[in-house]
């Protein structure tokens, strides 16, 4: 069984979703990040850099990094539904957007609700904050464009990891939690139709 650190509207959503998808038996394991319990030892022990999420497999190995978590989990367990597989004529597509969400979205978001790990003076945060918003609506409103041209799952009628790792973010919000959904309607029609899904929607609206 896996076992799953995470908890609430964490990067451990993407993970769990693929885990709840697949049906692959696994334990959450639930860290209060107010409480700072990501940064008690215990949990250092299992991921140094104090964030979540972990997953340790069945054999005892420790993964990080949500995105990885996710396309190991689908390649390991063969979904090539949710992951197109060596030589399948959307993978090259696949890798792209999945890279533009973590090299370009994910690294925006990051800093917008996260500043001080920009700088060590904390008068620039509110700068730092502002500017990452700008760039994180800018990268947004880029996928908005193309799921509206070509959606409305990112590899067109066929759902895939990429529209569920788009969730975990557009699930984060920026000012608020539906500011993302609101603002573009063809991420929103990704959303919706990806919360639509039994086994993902109590996940992300739970």
Known sequence: MYILYGGGVTRSLGPQMILEEAGLPYEPRSLDEHAGEHRQTSYLA????????????????VLHEAAAIMLWLAERHGLDGLAPPAGDPQRGLFLAKLFFQTNEIQTAMARFFRPERCSTDPMHAPAIRDRARAEALDRWALLDGFLAAGGPFHLGTRFSLLDLHMTLWA?????GATEVTDRFPAVRRCFEATIARPRVGPLVTG
């Open 46 to 61: 299992i991921n140094p850099d104090g964030v979540m999420p972990a997953l340790v497999t069945p054999e005892g190995e």
């Open 171 to 175: 699930a984060y919000g920026l000012d």
